[in-house]
């Protein structure tokens, strides 16, 4: 029955046209003479159990093809979620999990001060390779002696999966898998790989941080026994005093939310190298990778800092289909509410960069003079020779946080199909217009409550 349900789903993947699914999914709930037929709640007759039990496995196995985004697949786990669970380990040889918080401490020496944390998540279900996925914890608490210093929290995975089944009621300094006993902030090296690190500030104290590398998403992809362990170390450093609290919200924390994983089949600017959005504004200077979003606008003047382009980096290496009714997708963030004053469209011109030796931009240096494919001496227009016009996108007065905006179309599909090197650059502008000045924000790299820029290249891919 296990590989009857995977071939259903392989067959139906390869459908691209939703409504088609959906009518062969009223046909199978036909011929399985359902008395109840709604999503979710399929109740076969008594008489027609037995010779329909196997549409209705096909029914089922398309209705968890449709439950998911339309061509790609997603997964969201926390350590609520089966066999997770979080918590930390202290020197001293004691063990805390499936409590309010993650406790990390660093002071230099291996003692009860010590502590390390441990995140376990149950990844079985994932069955399609991850393009893009992040950890998202809650710093709950930063203690005010270091108010003025950034601590580095620096990320591991457990790579031994012969360690994942750690109890955690039993758990401890001594025996955690992969702890390096004798260091205050290391792991034993030959089971676990660093994966990465991330940054907390005294004023995140109540806000959620996210964690992603191209090192965390070939981690994921890796794992064969459907369960993955993070443990969170604090390095070494008296100038930081990383020896005082940082606690980050564990499995029962009252007011936040547990450590959660998600994990998408998506292209974003999360997954593999390189990728990146953000702005370049006119009085030449530049906004990447940033937490806030990223702004468009275009000024009547302009040689001021109100006109802004925006730039997205995607890396499409791990991508072995042609492009197929691709589509580039961007949520707002932000429109101002005069937009709904002024009762008028936005239109947002979206370029591709055809000149590939550009492709490698850097965003910590790129700006409005040195922006790849920029026409310096206009607010909306682009290098017409290093660049090639993909289509528009409308931005309406009632469009609102969260709203999701699409491009697509042949040019994109035949610029995504042109690509040699691996990254492909899109350049967005904003059109003059009666209230142009007024915000129109998208979501970045590292927003906690949306996702980032994504492309689709193809259905099912």
């Given amino acids: ?157 457990l790579t031994d999966e012969s360690l994942d089944n750690w109890n955690p009621a039993e758990t401890t300094w001594d025996n955690a898998p992969a702890n390096d006993i004798s260091s205050s902030s290391g792991v034993v090296t030959n089971s676990a790989v660093f994966l990465g690190e991330f940054t907390v500030a005294y004023e995140d104290a109540g806000t959620p941080k996210r964690f992603t590398s191209a090192a965390l998403i070939d981690f994921l992809n890796a794992d064969t026994n459907g369960k993955v362990t993070f443990i969170l170390c604090r390095p070494d450093s008296i100038e930081t005093f990383s020896g005082w609290n940082l606690l980050l919200a564990g499995d029962a924390h009252e007011t936040y939310a547990p450590p959660k994983l998600t994990l998408t089949s998506e292209i974003t600017t999360l997954s593999g190298t390189g990728g990146v959005s953000g702005q370049v504004s006119a009085d030449d200077t530049g906004a990447f990778g940033i937490a806030g979003g990223w702004h468009l606008k275009n000024d009547a003047d302009l040689l001021t800092k109100f006109t802004r382009k925006g730039y997205i980096r995607f890396d499409i290496s791990s991508n072995d289909a042609a492009a197929t009714n691709a589509s580039l997708n961007v949520i707002l963030l932000v429109v101002d509410d005069r937009h709904h004053y002024y009762g008028n469209n936005q239109t947002l011109f979206v370029y591709g960069l055809t000149d590939e030796t550009l492709d490698i931009w850097d965003p910590s240096t790129t700006t409005w003079s040195n922006a790849p494919g920029n026409n310096t001496n206009s607010a909306d227009r682009v290098d017409t020779e290093t660049t090639t016009h993909l289509g528009e996108i409308t931005v309406i007065p009632t469009d609102a946080e969260g709203t999701v905006k699409t491009l697509s179309g042949t040019a994109l599909d035949n610029f995504l199909n042109a690509d040699t090197n691996g990254k492909v650059t899109f350049i967005i502008s904003r059109e003059q217009n009666k209230g142009y000045k007024r915000d129109i924000k998208i979501v970045g790299d590292r927003d906690v409550r949306y996702s980032p820029p994504s492309l689709m290249m193809a259905p099912g891919k």
């Fill in 1 to 157: 029955m296990k590989l009857w349900w995977k071939a259903c789903r392989a067959v139906l993947r390869a459908a691209y046209d939703q409504t088609a699914r959906r009518t062969v999914l009223r046909f199978c709930l036909g011929l399985c003479k359902l008395s109840d037929a709604r999503f979710g709640k399929c109740v076969l007759k008594p008489e027609s159990r037995i010779p329909h039990l196997v549409f209705s496995m096909f029914a089922l196995a398309l209705f968890a093809t449709v439950a998911t985004a339309e061509n790609h697949e997603l997964r969201v786990r926390t350590t609520h979620s089966k066999l997770g669970v979080s918590g930390f380990v202290r020197g001293g040889n004691t063990g805390h999990f499936g409590g309010v918080d993650i406790n990390l401490k660093n002071a230099g020496s291996v003692d009860n001060f010590a502590r390390k944390g441990y995140i376990r998540m149950d990844i079985s279900d994932v069955d399609f390779t991850i393009r893009s996925a992040y950890l998202d914890m809650v710093v709950c608490m930063t203690d005010i002696i270091y108010k003025n210093i950034d601590q580095t929290i620096n990320v591991y995975g």
